[in-house]
């Protein structure tokens, strides 16, 4: 699946809001939870704080010519990064680069990566705001310009300027920040090839700010750039850029995730996952389940969550949907609507009520065994019997804002052996739900999801039996998992050992 071409939508049909009568409910971690009115009242004001101060009104007028000082590449460096993409040379932008004088470099010079499809029709309107508040050579369009080419030809052909003496180039290729004008999956595509000058030992990493333009858009909720970009867009793209430019760098973890399968089975795979021709499965214990003498890997990196189940298979219905029917994603609203609806459709609300094989719980195909942090043992841990999807979460923000893990109390952490929840804390949260009414009661915080464990390293085994296929998805991207009748599938999740860095936009 191709970023460029869809929008990014959260794992599950959780987005519908859950209404009830007064009162309250006490969830699994000791907590007492507000009535739904008071739950529905509290979301929507956050929503519209957000988009306040996503409009930047706060009183101070930011000057564009100011701005443009701060963010904007000399022509010459530009126009030479640009040329060596274009051409896919290095050299070709290395020999064309000639300064006529001695130039100073800005503050926080900046390039700009936009999903021009995402954000319905404002996408291609805001291609040429940036364009015009910065230059057009800082500004790529992913369907254009892929972040790898930009990695491997422009920030390369930056790296040879400044081994032949040229300070300026090598100030800007020190400072230089990354903005993403897209939904999580545009971030997250943009923050894995950034991750490979870590591999090449080529720092410093440059830092990434988020304008959201997605549906879910929990990468750029958790480092505080919004949910959506606000109805004032036009307004708000120089306080983007200007928050961009001065804003401080927290540190992301990011997940690689491995699938060993029996070889011979066809896999339409997202954009998110890599064929490769090494396999990469801890054999640090006894597998259960049998390995055939060919299997086939597969591997990528995540960042905020990964899930196995039905939230999984709603999203990829949702997006083969979506793919066949362009026209039906005009925007986030809409995508939420139709995913809404489209959830109700695939039985996720009504597992309880039927005993069809593929809507029955987890524990009937999987096994999963964790690595605590600091510890280089594997441990097997219960499946409970009544989830029907289980999620890997990283950050704090899940399906379009939710906190499903919650602010668990320090002694219900206590007695779990839970530590407090952060993105860089070398531990993913493991939670189940089981049926889209449950979901939606945990999606608007009136109960806890069912918490099951926090690791440092995951193992999913998936056995088939009855079943022909799972369904699976990283931050949004899903795919349908084909599934053995005699041989497992292993899905293995370790911590990348190093970290992202994003801009804060608080």
């Not at 310009?145 to 020190?174: H, M, T, W």
């Not at 333009?213 to 120089?238: C, I, Q, Y």
């Not at 699938?259 to 090494?278: R, W, Y």
């Amino acid at each position: 699946m191709d970023p460029t071409t869809t929008t990014t939508t959260s794992s599950s049909a959780t987005n519908s809001v859950v209404s009830g009568e007064g009162g309250s409910v006490t969830d699994s971690s000791g907590k007492t939870s507000s009535s739904s009115s008071s739950t529905t009242t509290t979301a929507a004001r956050s929503s519209m704080i957000d988009s306040l101060r996503g409009c930047g009104l706060s009183g101070i007028r930011i000057d564009k010519e100011e701005l443009r000082c701060r963010i904007l590449i000399p022509e010459y460096i530009r126009l030479a990064m640009r040329r060596a993409i274009n051409s896919k040379d290095v050299s070709a932008g290395v020999e064309s680069a000639a300064a006529q004088e001695v130039h100073t470099p800005p503050v926080a010079p900046m390039v700009v990566f936009i999903n021009s499809r995402s954000g319905g029709r404002h996408g291609p309107e805001l291609m040429l705001r940036l364009q015009q508040l910065m230059s057009e050579e800082q500004v790529f369009d992913l369907s254009d310009v892929k972040p790898n080419e930009f990695v491997r030809y422009g920030l390369a052909c930056l790296e040879q300027l400044a081994s032949v003496g040229d300070s300026c180039v090598k100030e800007i290729r020190d400072r230089l920040r990354v903005v993403v004008a897209g939904g999580d999956g545009s971030v997250g595509w943009v923050l894995g090839c950034l991750g490979e000058l870590h591999k090449e030992s080529r720092t410093p990493v440059p830092p990434v700010a988020v304008i959201p333009l997605g549906t879910g858009n929990d990468l750029s909720r958790s480092f505080g750039w919004g949910g959506s970009f606000p109805f004032a867009w036009k307004s708000a793209v120089k306080r983007s850029l200007q928050k961009a430019s001065i804003g401080t760098v927290s540190r992301l973890d990011s997940w690689h995730v491995s699938i060993t399968m029996p070889a011979g089975e066809a896999m339409e795979l997202p954009h998110s996952l890599k064929s490769t021709g090494e396999c990469t499965l801890d054999q640090g214990f006894l597998l259960a389940g049998r390995l055939p003498e060919k299997v086939t890997c597969y591997d990528g990196v995540f960042y905020n969550y990964f899930s196995i189940g039905m939230d999984a298979q709603v999203a990829y219905g949702f997006h083969t949907l979506r793919n066949e029917k362009p026209y039906l994603a005009q925007g986030p609203v809409a995508n939420k609507l139709i995913y809404s609806g489209y959830s109700c459709t695939q039985g996720w609300f009504f597992t309880p009520c039927v005993s069809d094989p593929s809507l029955r719980g987890l524990n009937n195909i999987l096994r999963i065994h964790i690595k605590k942090i600091n510890s280089s043992e594997w441990e097997q841990i219960r499946v409970p019997s009544n989830v029907r999807s289980i999620v890997a979460l990283n950050l704090h923000s899940y399906a379009s804002g939710r906190h499903p893990w919650g602010n668990l109390r320090p002694e219900y952490l206590e007695k779990k052996g839970f530590v407090e929840a952060n993105a860089d804390d070398g531990l993913l949260e493991i939670f189940g739900l089981k049926h889209g009414w449950h979901a939606s009661f945990v999606m608007v915080e009136l109960i806890s999801a069912k918490h099951i464990a926090q690791a440092a390293a995951i193992r999913f085994e998936v056995r088939g039996g009855e079943w022909k296929q799972s369904f699976m998805q990283t931050d949004g991207e899903p795919w349908r998992q084909p599934l053995d009748k005699e041989y497992s599938t292993f899905v293995e999740i370790k911590r990348v050992p190093f970290q992202s860095l994003m801009i804060r936009g608080e």
